[in-house]
């Protein structure tokens, strides 16, 4: 049989150190071909020799910065971008712009002296890399601004009672997935049910991608805390590096954040997250498997529709990547098949409790 060629791997960062650290972590532990640039300019070069299949960008630069080479990037000559950035509030923000601009994923620059670095961070670093190397990207004109939602300025929404037969919706997204759920989120009104969300990303991260969908949807978006209440018009994002859980206290669910082993090499994960929706809300729930690579989320997926609970699968053409709806079709999880824009109509349109089917043996 041929041997599959390693991936080949363009790290850009002005520290040396982080270079060197990449270039380890990815060759050593992903079996890539790195090469590296400490800034744009010699990334530049080194792009018109040789080709790579995803490049590992650094956003704070000299002589460039990360922005303006991601830019010209995608407007040129589109090879997928990973986002390396750090946990500061100014390195979150800009990561998301980028995210915006077409990159397709962020990670955590890999954190010097920390221990345990070399072993959960680096497994979720290679994975998320190695998804990235096999996305679909396209050339991309600048981002539009996006209207904002001010009202709630002046009239606060209003919190819901819970209630035994509450329908809850839980989504699972790797991949392409921060703009995936920013269109099934601003797709939904004030009124939508209660979202639990496990989108793969970096400790630190999910808070600041939170609130940028709390600006932009009329539904509340907050990163999940320990006990917050799973209640309509309001939905809740696992916190990286956390699984999220519910749990039922005194007749109302609220979040539990756990932060247990990795799970299909993912914390949070989707599984973590669709087995607990299935034991404790069943057939009055949703289940949505979006864009990314893997298997995360299809077994869980699987047992929300045993538990009676309606599953959708976002649709191959209108995924970033197909690995993880693939894995849950070809698993029998999904009870539809949806394209990204009709997933959030397929929510609302939500039937009756479905008839329980047995699980396969």
């Given at each position: 049989m041929k041997r599959r060629a390693a991936l080949k791997a363009l790290v850009v960062d002005d520290s040396a150190l982080v270079r060197l650290l990449l270039t380890?972590?990815?060759?050593?532990?992903?079996?890539?071909?790195?090469?590296?640039?400490?800034?744009?300019?010699?990334?530049?070069d080194k792009l018109r020799r040789s080709r790579p299949d995803v490049i590992v960008l650094d956003l704070e630069m000299p002589r460039m910065n990360g922005l303006?080479?991601?830019?010209?990037?995608?407007?040129?000559?589109p090879i997928p971008v990973v986002i390396c950035a750090g946990a500061a509030e100014r390195g979150t923000e800009q990561a998301l712009r980028a995210l915006d601009e077409g990159?397709?994923?962020?990670?955590?620059?890999?954190r010097v002296g920390v221990k345990d670095f070399l072993t959960d961070s680096?497994?979720?670093?290679?994975?998320?890399?190695t998804a990235a190397a096999s996305a679909r990207v396209h050339r991309r004109a600048p981002a539009l601004a996006r209207p904002h939602h001010t009202a709630d300025v002046v009239l606060?929404?209003?919190?819901?009672?819970?209630?035994?037969?509450?329908?809850?919706?839980?989504?699972?997204?790797?991949?392409?997935?921060?703009?995936?759920?920013?269109?099934?989120?601003?797709?939904?009104?004030?009124?939508?049910?209660?979202?639990?969300?496990?989108?793969?990303m970096p400790e630190y991260f999910t808070a600041a991608f939170a609130r940028r969908l709390d600006v932009e949807c009329r539904i509340r978006v907050s990163e999940a805390r320990e006990g917050d209440p799973i209640v309509p018009g309001v939905a809740l994002i696992?916190?990286?590096?956390?699984?999220?859980?519910?749990h039922a206290v005194a007749g109302r669910l609220v979040a539990r954040l756990d932060h247990g082993p990795l799970v299909s090499r993912h914390r949070p994960s989707v599984d973590v997250l669709f087995r607990s929706?299935?034991?404790?809300?069943?057939?009055?729930?949703?289940?949505?498997?979006?864009?990314?690579?893997?298997?995360?989320?299809?077994?869980?997926?699987?047992?929300?529709?045993?538990?009676?609970?309606?599953?959708?699968?976002?649709?191959?053409?209108?995924?970033?990547?197909?690995?993880?709806?693939?894995?849950?079709?070809?698993?029998?999880a999904a009870t539809r098949v949806v394209p990204l824009a009709g997933i959030a109509a397929a929510i609302l349109a939500r039937p009756g409790p479905r008839a329980r089917p047995a699980p396969s043996r």
């Open positions: 380890k972590i990815l060759h050593e532990g992903g079996g890539m071909a790195v090469t590296s640039a400490a800034d744009p300019i010699i990334a530049m303006t080479f991601l830019r010209q990037i995608m407007s040129t000559d990159a397709v994923d962020v990670v955590c620059k890999p680096a497994v979720m670093l290679i994975e998320s890399i606060p929404r209003a919190k819901a009672a819970t209630n035994g037969r509450q329908h809850i919706v839980a989504m699972g997204a790797s991949t392409g997935g921060t703009e995936a759920l920013r269109d099934i989120l601003m797709a939904l009104g004030a009124d939508a049910p209660a979202i639990v969300i496990v989108q793969h696992a916190p990286g590096n956390r699984h999220l859980l519910l929706v299935a034991q404790t809300v069943g057939a009055a729930a949703t289940g949505v498997i979006l864009t990314g690579m893997g298997d995360d989320g299809a077994a869980g997926l699987l047992e929300m529709r045993h538990a009676g609970a309606q599953t959708i699968a976002q649709d191959e053409v209108t995924s970033t990547i197909f690995g993880m709806p693939r894995a849950a079709i070809q698993l029998g």
